[in-house]
């Protein structure tokens, strides 16, 4: 059974940092390509950034230079390393893989349960 | 970017009605559109990948149709799990976009 368990939320003021966990198992996380979504408080999904198998990553503009993702391969978690943090990055954060998708017919057939973030003073 | 525009914001239906969603893109994205339902706070379900591929496990009554620009959803009779909130995604290319969202009520 696929299972995505993020972790590491929680209250943090602006200006400051904050990590995410994702921790995956059920399938091979080595060749998966992970995305991190988030969620703000009653408003729709936002793509956050991607990191490919290998480690080549993507950001959407919002969170470039701010944000950085990263995966270790050898304890199948996937990171989200999140600095400079601002009043709009509140959110519920969902980490997200692409297990049975390609490079050409990519979604997201798993989810995290997400993890709320909470940037405030 | 690509922007996703998704129509209705909102609707209400009854159960066994034939329920429509649309979803336009801003410039083509081929068939690179998926589907996502999401119930109050839970994390998002994949519905439909590549347009019109039905994810397995998800009920036959849920159908996807479209290409280039114009998508829709279309789910044959509603029902009472299927009241939920709606969203395309588009993996043309980077950044990976959504779509506002549809929210389903119950009429």
């Known amino acids: 059974e696929v299972q995505l368990v993020e972790s590491g939320g929680g209250l943090v003021k602006p200006g400051g940092s904050l990590g995410l966990s994702c921790s995956a198992s059920?399938?091979?996380?080595?060749?998966?390509?992970m995305d991190w979504v988030r969620q703000a408080p009653g408003k729709g999904l936002e793509w956050v950034g991607r990191?490919?198998?290998?480690?080549?990553?993507d950001y959407a503009a919002p969170v470039k230079g701010r944000f950085t993702i990263s995966r270790d391969d050898s304890k199948n978690t996937l990171y989200l390393q999140m600095n400079s943090l601002r009043t709009e990055d509140t959110a519920v954060y969902y980490c997200?893989?692409?297990?049975?998708?390609?490079?050409?017919?990519?979604?997201?057939?798993?989810w995290g349960q997400g993890t709320l973030v909470t940037v405030s003073s | 970017d690509i922007q996703m525009t998704q129509s209705p914001s909102s609707l209400s239906a009854s159960v066994g009605d034939r329920v429509t969603i649309t979803c336009r893109a801003s410039?083509?994205?081929?068939?690179?559109l998926n589907w996502y339902q999401q119930k109050s706070a839970k994390a998002p379900k994949l519905l439909i990948y590549?347009?019109?591929s039905l994810q397995s496990g998800v009920p036959s009554r849920f159908s996807g149709s479209g290409s280039g620009t114009d998508f829709t959803l279309t789910v044959s009779s509603l029902q009472p799990e299927d009241f939920a909130t709606y969203y395309c995604q588009q993996t043309y290319s980077s950044p990976l976009t959504f779509g506002g969202g549809t929210k389903v009520e119950i009429k």
């Open positions: 990191i490919k198998s290998g480690g080549t990553t």
């Open positions: 997200a893989a692409a297990v049975a998708a390609t490079p050409d017919v990519y979604y997201f057939d798993y």
């Open positions: 410039q083509s994205i081929s068939s690179h």
């Open positions: 059920g399938f091979s996380f080595r060749t998966a390509w």
């Open positions: 590549a347009a019109s």
